[in-house]
């Protein structure tokens, strides 16, 4: 009898085949040896069934036939995959074959991919084990094979996969038919098209409430103006900047002048202040008293591993790159086995992983760039205890861990782009062994009379895992400004002591205004997506996060894609900044007054976890499946009684001002 492994991709197949070691002969869509064959699908080879399969009435849309909620989908096999379909069908139902290895990619969607192949193939009574892998080195594999449990393991991630898909087919053709229906004459109407086509789905149309929301944000903003004063102090023949502060016994505590407790409205209390302090100073010899200084040591640790959404962030920032061309860069590295799989929410490495890590440094020995960091790591052991660290943590991984390096070999086939995000990669790999850096931060402040002004000094003392990331370092990067100060600096700001005396050099007006929020660029908009619609700046926060976010790790590049091409949103590539077209906004206007609930970010992220919740055995398909037949059922009903369509014009026009009477 015969072992048959499933691949996902002809490329995953040749590399489990070569892992086997077995001789296997080429034939049409498979290779077969003595005792093996291994075949692949080539991506998805079944969807989902449109309406008109059902029956042929609902090829014609009408409100009438909405809501569409059949109770039993049908799947068909993709137009352009038959042949591979049938030579992958025929293979599973062989008399020859009694167990079959499922190796599609380790993930809800690779486990959906071979679900519906073997339920339309109608395979029966043969064993089915599941390879999960989260390399493409021959040690995983091998590995992967071994440990192989059976597929019904995997019922709960089978069930999940099954149910996004379905409540993605619903949502959309549910809701994108019935507010076509409604509203699509206004809209076409207004942007002068012969016809206007809502898509709308679960998670683009979240998408695109929240970049209109922050492009509105954006527009109400009002500026502030603000003047701040600052001091220069000399000691030594060196100099301390400061801020002025107000304070208790300050001439201008609690005055409506204020910004803040560091500036003012008007610039003409600025030049007061300046006067008021010049005057006291010049009676006083420009002498200043320190008050205080505050040392305190701060450690920063090296940031956690990669998870995608980490990644396409950080190339977005560096390389000006689109998440979906970072994930094509990635996974033609795993494809490579340079890295690991790259489709990944964790940050953290597995404590199974952790035992065996001296194997991915060793592999980095042999990068030229790198190897004196792998070297000098192995060297001094730091990776023995790497298990203990915030940076293993088996509780924080659900289907793969962190992205690293898991080999040099083909690294020469790589581009020059490519090239720079492996290296981003190894890097982050490369710096969780090295010690976090230190800094000494000085908090000074200055009396002048009743007045106060206070100096931050942040000195670098120990550079640590910088030395590995800081190479790469970007401009929005936190800068060690403190690290070029020179030793006699560092010693004389040691040495100030309260009571200590310095001079007032000058005085000078700072001026200023509060700024909007910024755009979303199609890095932070991933991150926002991963972390339910928040924008979280601070890793750590970030880390902290529990539940799910909107989409996938898998899917979020390609949800920003189609929004692009359907033109609901525009991506400039030199920034990768994201903006709504006018099409856009109109569509959010026709949600926003039918389906609401399609853009927030909180509800959609509720969905998300409801599959997640499903994948654990949290709760049960039925029970997902009544929630979401009736939200399906009742908003499409809301909708249908609706009589909202003229105006809806008014908000159109509203819009449409902000586009320069472009429309379309």
């Known amino acids: 009898m015969k072992k048959l492994f499933i691949a996902e991709k002809p490329s995953v197949a040749a590399e489990f085949a070569k892992a086997l070691k077995i001789p296997t002969g080429r034939k049409n869509g498979y290779l077969e040896g003595n005792d093996i064959i291994v075949t692949w699908c080539v991506g998805h080879l079944i969807t989902m069934s449109y309406p008109e399969k059902y029956d042929e009435k609902f090829k014609r849309w009408s409100l009438d036939t909405l809501p569409f909620l059949p109770k039993e989908f049908k799947y068909e096999i993709i137009d352009g995959v038959k042949n591979q379909f049938a030579i992958v069908s025929g293979l599973l139902n062989r008399e020859d074959v009694d167990t079959i290895y499922i190796c599609t990619d380790s993930g809800r969607e690779g486990e959906y991919i071979y679900r519906l192949v073997d339920m339309m193939a109608n395979v029966q009574g043969k064993t089915r084990k599941r390879v999960w892998i989260d390399s493409q080195t021959e040690d995983e594999i091998l590995r992967g094979i071994r440990d192989a449990k059976d597929w019904s393991y995997y019922n709960n991630l089978s069930n999940a996969a099954f149910l996004r898909a379905k409540e993605d087919y619903l949502m959309g053709i549910n809701f994108s038919r019935i507010l076509t229906l409604k509203y699509s004459r206004n809209v076409a109407n207004f942007l002068k098209l012969d016809r206007a086509v809502l898509s709308v789905g679960r998670v683009m149309t979240c998408v695109v409430g929240m970049v209109v929301n922050r492009e509105r944000e954006i527009r109400n903003f009002v500026k502030t103006p603000f003047f701040k004063v600052l001091g220069k102090f000399e000691n030594q023949g060196m100099f301390i900047d400061g801020e002025w502060k107000v304070n208790e016994k300050s001439k201008y505590f609690n ?104 194997k991915n440094i060793r592999g980095l020995c042999k990068f030229s760039i790198l190897s004196n960091f792998a070297n000098d790591i192995l060297e001094k052991g730091t990776y023995k205890n790497i298990s203990k660290t915030k940076y293993v943590n088996d509780s924080q991984i659900t289907d793969h861990y962190a992205i690293i390096p898991t080999g040099f070999g083909n690294m020469n086939s790589l581009n020059k782009l490519s090239l720079a995000v492996y290296e981003l990669i190894c890097r982050r790999f490369l710096s969780i062994f090295y010690p976090p850096a230190q800094y000494q931060k000085f908090t000074i402040r200055f009396g002048i009379g009743d007045e106060i002004f206070v100096a931050n000094t942040k000195i670098c003392i120990e550079r640590g895992f910088l030395d590995i990331l800081n190479p790469i370092k970007n401009e929005s990067d936190e800068e060690e400004s403190s690290d070029s100060q020179s030793p006699e600096y560092i010693k004389m700001v040691s040495a100030l002591r309260k009571g200590s005396k310095l001079r007032l050099d000058s005085l000078s007006i700072k001026e200023g205004e509060t700024v909007p929020p910024k755009r979303y660029t199609s890095g932070s908009m991933i991150l926002a997506m991963e ?99 009736r939200f399906v059922g009742i908003r499409c009903l809301n909708v249908k009684q609706l009589n909202n369509q003229y105006s809806l014009n008014a908000l159109f026009e509203k819009v449409s001002k902000e586009y320069k009477g472009m429309k379309g």
């Open 255 to 358: 005055s409506t002048m204020l910004y803040k407790d560091n500036g003012f409205r008007e610039k003409i209390y600025a030049e007061e202040l300046i006067e008021h302090i010049e005057s006291y100073a010049n009676e006083n010899d420009r002498e200043v008293i320190i008050l205080a200084n505050e040392k305190k040591k701060e450690i920063k640790n090296p940031p956690l591993l990669f998870n995608l959404a980490e990644i396409q962030n950080e190339c977005s920032k560096r390389f000006k790159i689109s998440p979906d061309e970072t994930l094509k860069i990635i996974q033609e590295m795993y494809e490579k086995k340079l890295v690991t799989y790259p489709r990944t929410d964790a940050r953290v490495l597995s404590s199974a992983v952790a035992k065996e890590i001296d």
């Open 531 to 629: 972390n339910a619609g928040q924008l979280i700046e601070d890793e750590e926060l970030r880390s902290q996060i529990k539940g799910s976010g909107i989409g996938t790790s898998a899917t979020r590049a390609d949800i920003l894609k189609k929004l692009f091409s359907i033109k609901y949103l525009a991506l400039n590539k030199k920034t990768q900044i994201i903006t709504p077209t006018l099409f856009g906004e109109i569509v959010y206007e026709v949600v926003n007054c039918s389906i609401s609930q399609l853009l927030n970010p909180e509800l959609t992220a509720s969905w998300e976890k409801g599959l997640t919740m499903v994948s654990n055995g949290d709760i049960t398909s039925e029970e997902y499946m009544t929630k979401l037949e």
